[in-house]
């Protein structure tokens, strides 16, 4: 395929894309995802480090921990945080544990009702339980997954602290751990949250390139965080609401980034059918490519 037919391509999904979220509020399906995040991140993280545990040992995670807080930029504490998040999770009762598990999937449900709103689909009135459900395969996947950046914490963090090209190399490195992580997570919620007659093949080809774009932007809150900035002067010097506040935003921002690469990759699979003259996926307009609504026309 020449470069100019790829051009061509990728104006025509873009267009589609446009198209479908003009005169929608995508910052407000980011912002509703972020919600309900905010409610699940911290028992996710609980549930991944303990489960990570099992699978290794106590000192494995805290071992791995503990190298990643030393590698962080200091100036507002993520180290700190995320040794308290590993304590918390190692010395947590198994019983209060499996209380986390349901507001850990309660980011399912923000992310299917985020991707139901930008496929253009009726909620339905279970679209809060389906997503849940279509979110345990992440609970379950969740201490392997964690697996991968402690075990390479060593290696990669040593790189972060040594400075220079030893730097470069590190971010190289976790970038691509980071990748496979959220790609796994991604693929998984864009098949589980997919139209009906949308091919599964492509959405999971489409979110490891969303998860490319995610990876780089979490690296590029890291680079935030190295930014000697007082998050609390917008806060009357309260620390505490000024390190949640930028954590929210980023995660709002991150929001934003997967649900339109989600409108992305739905566009780029209902071009290429439509260029086809196959059906696509229901859309607001009707459940036919704009090929077929035209002829019928």
Do not use: C, K
């Amino acid at each position: 395929m020449s470069a100019r037919e790829v051009a061509r391509r990728t104006g025509v999904v873009l267009r589609d894309a446009a198209r479908e979220l003009r005169g929608r509020d995508l910052s407000l399906w980011a912002a509703g995802v972020t919600f309900f995040s905010v409610l699940a991140v911290v028992p996710l993280a609980l549930v991944a480090l303990r489960g990570a545990a099992v699978l290794g040992s106590p000192e494995f995670v805290r071992h791995g921990v503990a190298r990643w807080a030393d590698a962080l930029p200091p100036g507002h504490g993520p180290g700190a945080a995320l040794e308290a998040l590993a304590t918390a999770a190692l010395g947590t009762p198994w019983t209060a544990l499996l209380v986390t598990l349901l507001p850990a999937t309660f980011y399912g449900e923000g992310l299917l009702r985020g991707l139901v709103q930008v496929a253009g689909q009726p909620a339905g009135a279970l679209v809060g339980w389906r997503g849940r459900l279509m979110f345990v395969p992440v609970l379950v996947l969740g201490p392997t997954l964690a697996i991968a950046p402690l075990a390479t914490a060593d290696t990669v963090a040593g790189h972060y602290t040594r400075g220079g090209w030893a730097t470069f190399w590190g971010i190289t490195l976790s970038f691509h751990i980071d990748w496979l992580i959220i790609a796994v997570v991604t693929a998984i919620v864009f098949a589980g949250g997919a139209p009906r007659g949308v091919r599964r093949g492509p959405l999971v080809v489409g979110a490891f390139a969303v998860a490319a774009v995610l990876a780089g932007f979490f690296h590029g809150f890291l680079l935030f965080l190295a930014i000697p900035l007082d998050w609390s002067v917008p806060f009357g010097g309260l620390a505490a609401v000024g390190a949640v506040s930028a954590l929210i935003l980023w995660l709002y921002l991150l929001h934003v980034l997967l649900l339109f690469g989600y409108r992305l990759t739905l566009s780029a699979e209902r071009t290429r059918l439509g260029a086809a003259g196959i059906d696509a996926e229901p859309s607001r307009g009707g459940t036919r490519s704009r090929q077929n609504d035209a002829s019928a026309e």
